[in-house]
């Protein structure tokens, strides 16, 4: 056994001279990472030895442990490695595949993909998609790109989906949500949405009276299934897959409350309204998050949360609400759910730690230099970014109380002008580096230890 498992060894040190795969990176290969969770983690590595390989180490189910990450910023602040500084209008956080970030931007009238060396922060290709979206709340594409093996897919502001090589940005197929399909999205803020990849399937949301969600065959764009007894108009969230049961599903928020549809047919399984303010929600933004057959959704505009169960009923899912309340309701910026409690900015309450299963509020915090944003998990550390500024702020994801571990500001603010001059896209790590956009400036930061 000791001379398999030593014959393992050799051939996975092997590996990244044969084919120039990193092992030691941790791959963001789409929206909020591996599990559209919002955390960084990776289960690449799936034996307890691995340690020797990836010099950080796994837990019992091959999560790589990120020891080796900087989340004391008052003792260390992460350096600047490089800015680009042509990323273009926009709010499409990075995708990244061992050392090339992909993203989108828009500029002189057009919106483009790009991709970039994270080593040196140079431009590997640009490619030009269309006609630049034009929203008072900020030009250009708003979701990041999803990373499939050698393609790459997105959706711009209008409702455009696109397929592309990943080698070099050449467009492989295109759809358009609302040309080709009737699509419809809630309110005038462009399509938001970053594509699902499962399996055969692109996973997306047109929103309308034909259909709210639809599957795409990945290598070839033609449709394979739309939900056509689910007819919402669609919002600015990205779907997830789940199993529940064994039956298959994609979870989804639009205009009216959120839902699943079978994986295999599109077919609706269950559907929960919101129901806290007796109107539909005025904005459909942070993505859903499932653990353990128990879906969490929460909006703006004092919506509140939800927390529902779901089981299997004969050949269907029966969703249970087990609670709804106002102790979160997050406009965006999203929420994270780590170790049983669910973490994110509260419009009426400012920082919440809240009880995942019961819906109950452990705390919240409300502190001027540390605003409304988005929330990326690390370990067990949180790091805050404030919309307002874009300064970013390490605490402890505790139920025991807000704990500051150092705050970082944004080396410089982009030129771009909007109403709200916000910096609204999301923070990302991979391999030991932080990625901060705002528009056109695209930052990496050195976050080792």
């Not at 790009?114 to 006609?131: E, H, R, S, V, Y």
């Not at 939800?306 to 269907?316: E, H, T």
């Not at 309701?329 to 170790?339: A, E, I, K, P, T």
């Not at 540390?370 to 139920?399: C, F, H, Q, W, Y």
Request: glycine content about 12%.
């Amino acid at each position: 056994m000791k001379n398999k498992i030593r014959l393992l060894f050799i051939i996975l040190i092997m590996i990244p001279e044969m084919t120039g795969i990193n092992l030691n990176a941790q791959d963001w290969l789409q929206w909020q990472g591996p599990d559209r969770e919002g955390i960084l983690k990776t289960r690449q590595f799936l034996f307890t030895d691995s340690a020797a390989l990836s010099g950080q180490g796994t837990d019992s189910e091959g999560v790589l442990n990120t020891t080796g990450i900087n989340l004391d910023w008052s003792e260390k602040k992460p350096a600047l490695l490089w800015t680009f500084k042509q990323a273009g209008a926009g709010y499409s956080a990075p995708t990244i595949v061992g050392t090339t970030l992909y993203s989108q931007g828009a500029a002189d009238g057009n919106d483009f993909a790009f991709a970039l060396d994270t080593k040196t922060g140079n431009l590997k290709w640009k490619q030009i998609l269309g006609k630049e979206y034009i929203q008072d709340r900020g030009n250009g594409p708003r979701g990041s790109v999803t990373i499939d093996g050698n393609k790459l897919y997105l959706i711009r502001g209008a409702g455009q989906l696109h397929c592309l090589s990943a080698d070099d940005g050449k467009m492989l197929w295109q759809k358009d949500f609302v040309e080709d399909f009737n699509g419809k999205i809630m309110s005038g803020w462009g399509y938001s949405e970053s594509p699902l990849i499962d399996g055969n399937l692109v996973i997306c949301t047109p929103g309308g009276s034909e259909g709210t969600m639809m599957a795409f065959d990945k290598n070839t764009g033609e449709a394979v299934w739309r939900s056509k007894d689910w007819t919402d108009a669609c919002g600015y969230s990205s779907p997830i897959v789940v199993e529940v049961d064994g039956i298959r599903q994609y979870i989804q928020q639009a205009n009216k409350g959120v839902a699943g549809v079978s994986a295999k047919d599109g077919k609706l399984l269950w559907k929960t309204d919101y129901t806290i303010t007796g109107r539909a929600p005025a904005a459909v933004i942070p993505t859903p998050i499932f653990k353990d057959n128990m879906v969490y959704v929460t909006n703006g505009y004092n919506c509140g949360c939800m927390g529902i169960r779901l089981s299997k009923a004969g050949d269907g899912i029966q969703a249970t609400t087990i609670y709804t309340n106002r102790d979160i309701s997050n406009q965006h910026g999203g929420v994270v759910l780590m170790d049983g409690h669910i973490y994110g900015y509260s419009d009426p309450s400012g920082w919440v730690c809240q009880n995942f299963i019961t819906g109950e509020s452990v705390w919240n915090q409300r502190i001027r230099e540390v605003g409304k944003g988005a929330a990326l998990g690390v370990n067990d550390r949180l790091i805050l970014l404030d919309e307002r500024t874009g300064l970013m702020t390490v605490i402890a994801a505790s139920p025991e109380g807000w704990k500051e571990f150092g705050r970082m500001e944004i080396p410089e603010r982009s030129s771009v002008e909007t109403m709200d001059n916000m910096v609204w896209t999301h923070l990302v790590i991979a391999d030991n580096k932080l990625y901060l956009r705002d528009h056109d400036l695209l930052f990496c930061f050195d976050i080792k230890k």
